[in-house]
């Protein structure tokens, strides 16, 4: 897609497009496969052919998404990488959450600098002093 911050338009580019098929075991998760095409829906050789995996993997917050790229060059090797992949996708999302916590537990909250104002209810440099 066509860079937001660059222009106003918003433009489809011809020579990047894919078509998409979809499968499932309908038990443990779905597969994309990308397979490029020409601006005349032509299978397009010259570029490879993209697996993405999807499921979700149950956690005490609820069920977690997860999509992943799956460096494969067949939906049957696909298939059998997709457990792998899908693994390494969670412990990289639960790597990003440990560090999202650890950021929120190590920021300060400091008088002044933005934050709730408990005198008035709303968002903003308090008056509080510091004795």
Known sequence: MSD???SNEIKMDADALYREEVFTDNAVGTLRRLTPVTSTG?????RSQQFVGSTQVLTTAGPLPLSFEIQADSLADAAAAFGDAAKAAFEKTME???????QQASSIVVPGQGGMD????????GNIQMP
């Open 96 to 102: 990003e959450l440990k560090e999202m916590q650890r």
């Open 4 to 6: 937001p911050n660059t």
């Open 42 to 46: 032509e299978t397009d050789t010259a």
């Open 118 to 125: 408990p005198m008035s209810g709303g968002m903003g440099g």
